[in-house]
């Protein structure tokens, strides 16, 4: 939908423009394009570790490939905890041992590969079954450790929409500045032909233009775009922290994970009775 959005954008931009009789190639001043796209990458290599930047591509790689939570995946998740915590209650704890300190060779982890595919998710839970593992912890404790993770982890997300605000905020200033020096050569030939004057004003003010549609037309919506994926995710963690929290407090399986399920927004919460269905099958 993002990707869908920034068409639009353009389509309405300039298709407005050219039922307004337009002249289209008027738009096309390349040393606008020079002056603000290259300060705008300037100030973020400027403003911005090297690790950020590494961050800010995978995040928008991930805000146009759209949103990854589904109500499939949710079910598996739901699943996954379910078969952990009947082997821990049946079994006894440490038969999980085996399947958290190496996920990927797991028998239990490979039968849901939409959740080994979320690498954070992975390694919170393996991490947090660890600690439980290793005995000796609290509830509260407990859940003190994984609100530490999940502060930590919304801090790091946080800072690739940190920057592409600060850069869309930013853009209709290097607009003005693109602008600014149009006008400036436009003095500059203030005596010649009215014509050449107007080329050079019209060539000012796209720089404005374009300061302007970049900010609010594509990079304030793709850092809130990023934003509402960091959010959806943290919610999947949300809900594998609600469940071990539950199982590390003595209920059973399956209300473990009715506790994760209520944590899930509605619009991709497995139904109640088609969970209990489903695991009851599995039970």
Same mark, same amino acid.
């Given at each position: 939908?993002?990707?869908?959005?920034?068409?639009?954008?353009?389509?309405?931009?300039?298709?407005?423009?050219?039922?307004?009789?337009?002249?289209?190639?008027?738009?096309?001043?390349?040393?606008?394009?020079?002056?603000?796209?290259?300060?705008?990458?300037?100030?973020?290599?400027?403003?911005?570790?090297?690790?950020?930047?590494?961050?800010?591509?995978?995040?928008?790689?991930?805000?146009?490939?759209?949103?990854?939570?589904?109500? %499939?995946?949710?079910?598996?998740?739901?699943?996954? +905890?379910?078969?952990?915590?009947? /082997?821990?209650?049946? &079994? #006894? $704890?440490? =038969?999980?041992?085996?399947?958290?300190?190496?996920?990927?060779?797991?028998?239990?982890?490979?039968?849901?590969?939409?959740?080994?595919?979320?690498?954070?998710?992975?390694?919170?839970?393996?991490?947090?079954?660890?600690?439980?593992?290793?005995?000796?912890?609290?509830?509260?404790?407990?859940?003190?450790?994984?609100?530490?993770?999940?502060?930590?982890?919304?801090?790091?997300?946080?800072?690739?929409?940190?920057?592409?605000?600060?850069?869309?905020?930013?853009? %209709?200033?290097?607009?003005?500045?693109?602008?600014? +020096?149009?006008?400036?050569?436009? /003095?500059?030939?203030? &005596? #010649? $032909?009215? =014509?050449?004057?107007?080329?050079?004003?019209?060539?000012?003010?796209?720089?404005?233009?374009?300061?302007?549609?970049?900010?609010?037309?594509?990079?304030?919506?793709?850092?809130?775009?990023?934003?509402?994926?960091?959010?959806?995710?943290?919610?999947?963690?949300?809900?594998?922290?609600?469940?071990?929290?539950?199982?590390?407090?003595?209920?059973?399986?399956?209300?473990?994970?009715?506790?994760?399920?209520?944590?899930?927004?509605?619009?991709?919460?497995?139904?109640?009775?088609?969970?209990?269905?489903?695991?009851?099958?599995?039970?």
């Amino acid at each position: 939908m993002s990707i869908v959005g920034i068409v639009i954008v353009i389509v309405a931009v300039i298709g407005g423009y050219l039922m307004e009789h337009g002249i289209l190639l008027v738009l096309f001043q390349p040393a606008e394009f020079v002056i603000i796209g290259g300060c705008g990458v300037g100030t973020v290599l400027i403003a911005t570790p090297p690790k950020v930047l590494t961050q800010v591509l995978k995040s928008l790689t991930k805000a146009l490939g759209g949103d990854r939570s589904s109500k %499939p995946l949710y079910f598996e998740l739901l699943s996954l +905890l379910y078969d952990l915590f009947q /082997m821990a209650r049946r &079994d #006894g $704890p440490l =038969a999980l041992e085996p399947h958290v300190e190496d996920p990927e060779k797991s028998a239990v982890f490979s039968k849901y590969p939409g959740f080994l595919k979320n690498h954070h998710a992975v390694d919170f839970l393996s991490d947090t079954m660890r600690v439980m593992l290793s005995g000796g912890i609290a509830g509260h404790e407990l859940a003190a450790l994984m609100d530490a993770d999940l502060e930590t982890h919304h801090e790091e997300t946080a800072r690739p929409v940190a920057v592409l605000t600060k850069v869309g905020d930013a853009m %209709p200033g290097l607009g003005i500045v693109a602008a600014v +020096l149009g006008i400036v050569i436009t /003095m500059g030939a203030i &005596d #010649g $032909p009215p =014509a050449e004057i107007g080329h050079k004003v019209a060539a000012a003010l796209v720089g404005t233009f374009l300061g302007i549609l970049a900010a609010y037309g594509f990079i304030s919506p793709l850092a809130s775009c990023i934003e509402a994926v960091n959010q959806s995710e943290a919610r999947y963690i949300e809900c594998i922290k609600a469940g071990l929290l539950a199982f590390a407090n003595d209920a059973p399986p399956i209300v473990a994970v009715e506790f994760a399920r209520r944590t899930i927004f509605s619009d991709v919460r497995p139904g109640f009775k088609e969970m209990e269905s489903a695991l009851r099958g599995k039970k």
